[in-house]
């Protein structure tokens, strides 16, 4: 490949709670999702979002929460799976806040074991008040490991986040994307918000319940305060709803709560989510329900 070869690879953000890595991520690549769920499931990866530029694709992909409390086996299992994460992906964002370095860093420092993809990220270096305090604060962490750089940022007022891409974009493998511009959207955030609905149920319940499914907004009511949402999850049999309840609604409960979950990040507000659920019969055979859900 030549000089100019696209890049194209997989990218996860850790750190421990708080420091900043879903608005990090948020600020990097704004609202844009692939509306490939389905398939991307099917891979190593949970896709979180994808950031196209002219030579290069970003993919974040989800990892899994770092768990301290848990002791003894749990500990270790949970600790092999993001140890697995950081050694499928491209690079690593290890994020650590500004003048806080904690025990709660130094465990999660020992799980990489690969420097040379992994970038240390200083982040709210807005909220620093004096910034000489930011090269001996990043001289203590360097000593524990051996980043293969530094990149102080600030995520909520957009500092140094392209200095961060083009780092990152420099340690992408050599790649086609992975995604098609068209695969990629950033429609309005009600269509977001149905994609979220629909992404939990296939990943809970998706090898049980066949095409059949579609998830359509009904009610969409949004202040400053709060959002209030009420959608429907359309199935095409009536032996369809007990699967997507589970036992005692347990399923639907899940879903509905990690969607109201991930939705209040992506509108940075509480959010109140009602989901229903209506059968339809044969509705992907039928044009003009098609038409009524929005599919032309
Ligand atoms: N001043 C300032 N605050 C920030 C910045 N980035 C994040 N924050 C704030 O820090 C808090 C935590 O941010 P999150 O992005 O939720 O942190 P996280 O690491 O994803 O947290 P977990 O989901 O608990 O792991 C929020 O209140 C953010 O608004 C920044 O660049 N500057």
Known sequence: MTETAHRC???????????????????????????????????????????????????????????????????????????????????????????????????????????????????????????????PFVARIAALYQFDAVVPVSSTKRHQLDQLLDEVAKRLPENEPFFDADTLTDRPVRFIAAELIREKIFRLVGDELPYGCTVVIEQWEETEKGAHVAACVIVERDSHRPILLGAGGGHMKRIASEARQDMTKLLDKPVHLEVYIKVRKGWAEKESSLRDLGYE
Do not use: C
């Open 9 to 135: 690879g997989f990218i996860a953000v850790v750190g421990r709670p708080n420091v900043g890595k879903s608005t990090l991520t948020n600020a990097l690549i704004g609202t844009k999702i692939s509306i490939v769920s389905r398939k991307a499931q099917t891979t190593r990866h949970r896709i979180q979002g994808v950031l196209t530029r002219d030579a290069e694709q970003f993919i974040f992909v989800d990892t899994p929460g770092f768990q301290t409390r848990h002791g003894g086996a749990m500990n270790k299992m949970m600790n092999r799976v993001v140890t697995q994460t950081l050694a499928d992906v491209d690079v690593v964002l290890f994020v650590v806040e500004a003048g806080k370095w904690s025990p709660g860093d130094e465990k999660l420092l020992s799980l990489l074991h690969d420097p040379k993809r992994t970038i240390l990220v200083i982040s709210k270096i807005d909220q620093l008040k004096n910034r000489d305090e930011l090269y």
